[in-house]
């Protein structure tokens, strides 16, 4: 059985991690599993969004601590070194940078490597049983696959210490509330909420969304003047392409999809 399923339908990719009887941790098949499927997702034309979710209670417990994590204990600085590049699962690290949007359907625990995984997504939708952790520093360690910077970037710096230092989990309100997650729904929606995000980012330009994307990551961390400029290049860069005049003249003839409270905005 695979530990990672796969499958692609009507422009969206859908991706289960599914190794219930171990919450779903990454060991190193799972790790090399899901670099190919990141990888298949970024470079395949025919899907333009891909939802993450896990198999049973549990989105994901984390990086296996039996068969992933036992070789950092005595490992030499040129191995920390050549995993910066190799981050767990892609996602977190490595291919963190794939332009298509990404979606994480949280069922259940989402525990640290699993919580840096959910946090590498662009957009989280939590089932109300949903429970986010962070317990490495009850192990010894603490997140290195981008789960800090993600902390700071999505909840600011409060939420990021208390996670971190007291090692102890969070409802999905909670998460919701520190900006973590972007909905919480009732656990039996959870698929059909995330498909319905998927159908709205589908229904727009995805060579706007595309660089909405990579805008947003490019301005993190940056001082002002070079977030607006930024936004100003790459906004209106993509609005110099063709098929915007098209969209455009619909909008003056009153004829645009979404046209509000006048035209219905079909989601395909």
């Given at each position: 059985m695979s530990p990672v399923t796969y499958e692609k339908r009507d422009r969206i990719a859908y991706v289960t991690l599914n190794r219930p009887e171990a919450k779903n941790a990454i060991n190193p098949e799972t790790h090399t599993?899901?670099?190919?499927?990141?990888?298949?997702?970024?470079?395949?034309?025919?899907?333009?969004?891909?939802?993450?979710?896990?198999?049973?209670?549990?989105?994901?417990?984390?990086?296996?601590?039996?068969?992933?994590?036992?070789?950092?204990?005595?490992?030499?600085?040129?191995?920390?070194?050549?995993?910066?590049?190799?981050?767990?699962?892609?996602?977190?690290?490595?291919?963190?940078?794939?332009?298509k949007p990404i979606i994480a359907a949280v069922n259940g625990w989402a525990l640290?490597?699993?919580?840096?995984?959910?946090l590498a997504c662009d957009i989280r939708i939590a089932s109300e049983r949903a429970m986010f952790g962070s317990f490495e520093a009850r192990r010894g360690f603490h997140h290195a696959d981008g789960g800090i910077p993600r902390l700071v970037n999505s909840a600011g710096v409060s939420a990021a210490m208390y996670m971190l230092l007291t090692a102890e989990p969070i409802t999905a309100d909670l998460a919701h509330k520190w900006g973590l997650v972007a909905a919480v729904v009732p656990h039996d929606q959870l698929m059909e909420h995330a498909e319905l995000v998927a159908r709205q980012i589908l229904r727009n330009?995805?060579?706007?969304?595309?660089?909405?994307?990579?805008?947003?990551?490019?301005?993190?961390?940056?001082?002002?003047?070079?977030?607006?400029?930024?936004?100003?290049?790459?906004g209106y860069?993509?609005?110099?392409?063709?098929?915007?005049?098209?969209?455009?003249?619909?909008?003056?003839?009153?004829?645009?999809?979404?046209r509000h409270g006048v035209n219905q905005t079909p989601l395909t």
């Open positions: 599993r899901l670099w190919e499927v990141w990888e298949d997702f970024r470079d395949d034309d025919a899907v333009d969004v891909a939802i993450i979710t896990g198999t049973g209670d549990a989105f994901c417990a984390g990086a296996d601590l039996k068969s992933y994590m036992n070789r950092w204990p005595g490992a030499s600085p040129e191995a920390v070194r050549k995993n910066v590049d190799d981050g767990l699962g892609g996602l977190t690290r490595g291919l963190h940078r794939i332009p640290a490597g699993g919580c840096e995984t959910a330009d995805q060579v706007a969304v595309r660089s909405a994307k990579e805008t947003i990551l490019d301005m993190i961390g940056r001082n002002l003047d070079d977030q607006l400029r930024i936004e100003a290049m790459n860069s993509v609005a110099t392409r063709s098929g915007v005049s098209d969209r455009l003249q619909s909008f003056y003839d009153k004829t645009d999809r979404g």
